[in-house]
């Protein structure tokens, strides 16, 4: 989908772009998000494995083929056009191995992105069929620690008139 004469995917791309980040790669299912990223020179996986347990392994096995040393990971979802870079930079600075981080709303809510801690990539490398890093979240919630974040950045766009709502409040 687009938003503002961009795909959505973009956006996350060029969040992703920040120099705080060591490696990054997009893993998608999308032959469109994939041509995005290569137009880009963004490194990217496609696949056509079924579960989101496959795109959390894939895509750190591949980060950690790039940086061996990688101290923290963020699953970066692509359908979030309102949160900046700001947030996401906050994110990595916190990165411990120890430590799991969220963004979350002025009312506590948490949200994506999702920072992991190495001390988290064997969990995530290994997750039961069919989930993802929520999984990880839920085994150790005394990891996990939120970084108060504008409710506006952690609104995703999961249906057409999640998009038309943003639009709306944008026009």
């Known amino acids: 989908a687009e938003l503002n004469g961009r795909p959505l995917a973009a956006h996350a791309l060029a969040l992703a772009a920040a120099p705080v980040f060591a490696g990054r790669i997009a893993v998608t299912r999308s032959a469109e998000v994939e041509a995005l990223c290569r137009a880009e020179g963004f490194p990217v996986l496609r696949h056509a494995e079924p579960r989101r347990s496959d795109t959390v392994r894939l ?14 990971c963020v699953f970066l979802p692509g359908d979030q056009p309102c949160l900046t870079r700001q947030t996401l930079e906050a994110l990595a600075i ?78």
């Open 59 to 72: 895509g750190l096995t591949a980060l950690l083929a790039q940086q061996p040393s990688l101290q923290g």
């Open 94 to 171: 916190g990165a411990a191995p120890d430590t799991i981080w969220r963004p979350a709303a002025p009312d506590g809510t948490p949200g994506s992105p999702v920072l992991f801690g190495r001390d988290y990539f064997a969990a995530l490398l290994h997750l039961p069929e069919g989930c993802g890093g929520s999984a990880v979240l839920r085994a150790h919630p005394q990891a996990v620690r939120l970084l108060p974040a504008p409710a506006a950045e952690l609104q995703d766009i999961d249906t057409r008139s999640d998009l038309e709502a943003l639009q709306g409040g944008k026009g």
